[in-house]
């Protein structure tokens, strides 16, 4: 007999041996099958899975060739780490900076500024309007901030304070057209 923990209500859910675990969880309907789903065997034999201590450190001695690869591989791992923990808390102090912290569309991690972008009049063919008099909505030049996600490498434009004020003063006048 197992033991699902659904993530986001924290509900039991038993499952019998032999049988399908469940997809959805009855209580709240999210996915189980998911990222952060925890299961846990009840009913094991403890003996299994306790290891003599004896009998593990005969197999350590035993296998010393594997332990010095081992040992390498752990060195690596400790650079990789402690090179992603220096990543981390780059992007968390570069984060701090910011004004304006965008959440990223695909994976919702925080996104850092990478620098400001202008758009030339030759780079952008505006779209006119019949609504605003023919006029185009956004006329260039015109900057852009440029965001870029520390974890999936997308990148988000946004128009920038300046040009946002001009663009919701020529959308919000009454007549469209604007004054000469």
């Not at 986001?8 to 189980?32: A, K, M, R, T, Y």
């Not at 923990?85 to 994976?107: F, G, K, S």
């Not at 001009?166 to 057209?177: F, I, M, N, T, Y």
């Amino acid at each position: 007999m197992a033991v699902i923990i659904c993530p986001w209500c924290q509900s039991e859910l038993i499952q019998e041996e032999g049988q399908e675990p469940d997809e959805f969880c009855p209580v709240c309907d999210n996915e189980l099958k998911g990222y952060r789903t925890l299961q846990i065997g009840l009913g094991a034999d403890e003996e299994e899975e306790e290891v003599d201590e004896e009998d593990e450190d005969d197999y350590d001695r035993a296998d010393g060739d594997e332990d010095e690869l081992a040992w390498g591989r752990e060195g690596d791992l400790t650079e990789k780490n402690e090179a992603l923990l220096r990543y981390e808390e780059t992007v968390e102090a570069l984060l701090d900076e910011q004004d304006l912290v965008p959440e990223c569309p695909q994976c919702r991690e925080y996104m850092v500024e990478a620098g400001r972008q202008i758009v030339p009049a030759e780079a952008f063919e505006p779209r006119k309007a019949e609504r605003i008099g023919g006029k185009a909505v956004l006329a260039a030049p015109f900057g852009v901030h440029v965001y870029l996600c520390p974890s999936c490498f997308t990148m988000l434009h946004t128009l920038s304070d300046a040009d946002r004020s001009r663009v919701a003063q020529k959308l919000s006048r009454e007549d469209g057209v604007e004054d000469v």
